[in-house]
C-alpha cells in the first residue's frame, strides 16, 4: 500500500542513512506502475524496464537529495516521461506523445475490510466501469486515486490543463458511482433528457 | 446540470481538491438530493490502491535485475553493515582537502562547545539558577519507566540513569544514558533522537530498541527491534553503523576487541594479539530463549531475567546483582566458569540460587547483601 507518510519515512532512511533496505521497498513499490506508464509511452517493454531502472540508479546516487522531495510520486512519473521523451528524441523517430494511445491497465481495487461491507459482484461491476473508461480517462484517474497526484501534478505531467483533469475525474467518478448505485445511473440518464 | 456539478465537486472533494466554498456548495446539493448521498458514501469508502505490489515476486525479479545495471553502471551500492575492512580502505580513500576541511570544522565545533558550556556554568553560577538537566536513577534491582516530553517511552533497568535537558524536544532530543534502557521513540523525522553513552552515540527517527551500557561491562550493546538506528563509535565519528531490526552492534568499551561470550574462546587469550586502540564492534543476531523464543536482550523489559546456555556463571552473576540488588562472590575460579542456564519472573533471589544450585550444583550462603558462591 503506497501510504504517503510510510514513503516519505522509506525517503528518509534513504537520504539520512542510506537504507538499502528502504530503497529496496521503494523500489517495489513504484516499479510495476512505473514500467506500466513507461510502456505506454515508449511501447517497448524493455526499454520501459531500463528508463525505470536507471531512474532509480539517479535516485540512489542522488539519495541525500531525497528528503526534499515533496512528492516522490509526482517526482518518479515525471523522471521517467522525461526519459522517456529524451529517447524519443535520440532515435527521432516520433515527435509527440499522444496520451490517447496510453493505455493502463487498472489492476485493483482496495476496499477498506473495516469499512462499510461492498459485495464482489458491486466490485465487480466498478473494476469494469474503470476498465470501460476512455484510456486517457482511466490513465489520469490512476495517477490521481492510485498514486496520488495532486490535479496539477498530472496536468503538469501529461501537458493538460488542470481543467481537463477536473473533467476526466469527475466523468470517471460519475462512471463509476452508475456502477455501484444503478438508480442514481437512472437519474443521470432521467436529468439528462 | 445538477447532476454533472454534482460529480465535479465529488471528485475534487474526494482527491483533496476543492476549495471550502466547493465543499459548501456540494454539502447544499446533497441537501437537496439526499438520494444521492448514499452512493457518495459508498465511493467514498472505496480505496483506489493498488494491491499488485503484494505479490511481490516479478517485482523482486525486477529489483535483482536493477542491482545487477547498477553494478554494471559502477554504482557503489552500499549503505549498511559497513565492515571494518569496507571501512578501513574507504578511509584511505579519502583526500587530504577532505580531511583538513574535517579537522577545520571539528576545531571550530570544539571551540564553541568549549565557550558554550563555559559561558553556561558561569550564567548559572551567576544567576544562581537550577542546572538545566533533568536525571533518573534507578537503584540496584529496581526498574522504571519515563515518558519524555515527546510521548517516547523509556525503561530504565536497574543501576542506570538517564539524563536528558529541560528543554528535551523543543530543538533537539537528546538524552545520555548509563545502565541499560529500552528505548520507544515516538516518530519525529524533524527531530532526530541522540543517545549518548560512554562509547558510541546512537541517531534514531522513530524506532524501538534496547541499549546496555554499564560502565564495569566489557560491552555496549544496541538491540534493535524495529525501524532504523545509525550509530557512531566514539574517536571514529567518520564512521556510521546502520542496524536492522533484529540485529545488534557490540561495541567494545575498553581498548580491547569485542569479547566474546561463546564456550570455544577462553577469556585469557582474548586480549593477547589485539593491539588496536580503537573501540571495534561486530554487528550480531539477537538471541532468543529456546524454551519460548522470547528476545533475551529485551527480556527484561516484560520482568524476565534469562541466562542463555553460553554463559558463565560469572556472566550470570553479575546480571544477577544488578537485577536483586545484591554482591555475588566466587569462592573459587572454577565456580564460576559453570555453565549456567535458566529463566527467571517472580522468584525471589533466594528461590533463584535455589534453583540454580540444583541444576549447577554448587554451594552458597547469604549474609545480608552478599552471597558467596562455592564449589
Known amino acids: 500500500m503506497k501510504k504517503p507518510e510510510n514513503i516519505r519515512l522509506l525517503q528518509q532512511a534513504v537520504a539520512c542513512f542510506d537504507d538499502t533496505q528502504a530503497y529496496k521497498q521503494l523500489f517495489l513499490l513504484f516499479y510495476p506502475s512505473l514500467v506500466h506508464f513507461a510502456v505506454s509511452i515508449i511501447k517497448s517493454r524493455e526499454s520501459a524496464e531500463e528508463i525505470v531502472s536507471d531512474v532509480f540508479i539517479k535516485i540512489w546516487q542522488k539519495r541525500q537529495h531525497l528528503e526534499k522531495v515533496e512528492n516522490l510520486s509526482f517526482y518518479l512519473f515525471t523522471a521517467v516521461k522525461n526519459r522517456c521523451i529524451n529517447q524519443f528524441n535520440d532515435f527521432k523517430n516520433r515527435t509527440g506523445i499522444n496520451i490517447n494511445d496510453i493505455s493502463i491497465e487498472f489492476k485493483s481495487i482496495y476496499h477498506d475490510p473495516e469499512q462499510k461491507m461492498i459485495s464482489a459482484e458491486a466490485i465487480k461491476q466498478i473494476q469494469e466501469a474503470i476498465q470501460d473508461l476512455p484510456p486517457r480517462c482511466r490513465l489520469i484517474f490512476k495517477l ?8 496539477k501534478e498530472v496536468a503538469e505531467l501529461l501537458q493538460l490543463s488542470v481543467k481537463t483533469v477536473e473533467n476526466q475525474m469527475s466523468l470517471a467518478f460519475k462512471k463509476i458511482g452508475s456502477a455501484i448505485d444503478f438508480k442514481l445511473h437512472q437519474l443521470t440518464v432521467f436529468s439528462k433528457n | 446540470m445538477t447532476i454533472d456539478r454534482f460529480w465535479d465537486l465529488f471528485s475534487k472533494k474526494y482527491c483533496g481538491e476543492a476549495s471550502s466554498s466547493e465543499l459548501n456548495e456540494f454539502e447544499e446539493i446533497l441537501l437537496t438530493h439526499p438520494e444521492w448521498k448514499n452512493t457518495a458514501d459508498e ?48 578511509r584511505r580513500k579519502w583526500n587530504s582537502k577532505k580531511w583538513f576541511i574535517g579537522v577545520g570544522v571539528l576545531a571550530i565545533i570544539l571551540i564553541l562547545v568549549f565557550v558554550l558550556k563555559k559561558s553556561m556554568v558561569t550564567l548559572e553560577m551567576k544567576s544562581g539558577k537550577q542546572p538545566t538537566l533533568s536525571q533518573v536513577s534507578t537503584k540496584p534491582g529496581s526498574k522504571t519507566q519515563i515518558q519524555l516530553p515527546d510521548g517516547s517511552l523509556v525503561r530504565l533497568n536497574s543501576s542506570s540513569s538517564l539524563t536528558y535537558d529541560k528543554n528535551f524536544g523543543k530543538n533537539i532530543r537528546e538524552v545520555r544514558l548509563t545502565g541499560e534502557a529500552f528505548f520507544d521513540v515516538t516518530k519525529d523525522s524533524s527531530h532526530p533522537f541522540i543517545i549518548h553513552t560512554n562509547v558510541i552515540d546512537i541517531k534514531v527517527l522513530g524506532t524501538a530498541f534496547n541499549v546496555k551500557s554499564y560502565p564495569g561491562d566489557p560491552n555496549t550493546e544496541t538491540s534493535l527491534i524495529r525501524g532504523n538506528v545509525e550509530v557512531t563509535v566514539k574517536n571514529r565519528s567518520n564512521e556510521k ?84 540488588g545484591v554482591k555475588i562472590n566466587f569462592g573459587d575460579e572454577e565456580v564460576a566458569r559453570i555453565r549456567a542456564f535458566g529463566s527467571f519472573t517472580n522468584e525471589t533471589i533466594d528461590q533463584a540460587l535455589d534453583a540454580l544450585h540444583e541444576s549447577c550444583g554448587f554451594k552458597y550462603k547469604i549474609s545480608g547483601n552478599e552471597i558467596t558462591i562455592t564449589k
Do not use: C
Request: charged content about 30%; cysteine-free.
Open chain 1, 144 to 151: 490521481v486515486k492510485e498514486e496520488g497526484l495532486k490535479y
Open chain 2, 43 to 90: 465511493l467514498s469508502n472505496l480505496n483506489f490502491q493498488s494491491t499488485v505490489f503484494e505479490n511481490n515476486e516479478d517485482a523482486e525479479q525486477a529489483f535483482e535485475t536493477h542491482l545487477m545495471r547498477m553494478k554494471k553502471a559502477d554504482v557503489e551500492f552500499s549503505g549498511i553493515k559497513l565492515n571494518y575492512d569496507e571501512i578501513e580502505s574507504e
Open chain 2, 241 to 324: 553503523i546502520y542496524l536492522q531490526p533484529n540485529e545488534k552492534l557490540v561495541v567494545a568499551n575498553n581498548n580491547t576487541t569485542v569479547n566474546r561470550t561463546f564456550a570455544d574462546q577462553p577469556d585469557h587469550s582474548d586480549h593477547k594479539t589485539e593491539v588496536s586502540s580503537k573501540p571495534i564492534y561486530s554487528v550480531q543476531h539477537l538471541t532468543y530463549y529456546p524454551v519460548d523464543s522470547a528476545i533475551v536482550e529485551t527480556s527484561w523489559v516484560d520482568n524476565r531475567l534469562i541466562f542463555q546456555e553460553n554463559e558463565t556463571f560469572r556472566e550470570v552473576a553479575l546480571k544477577m546483582e544488578r537485577w536483586y
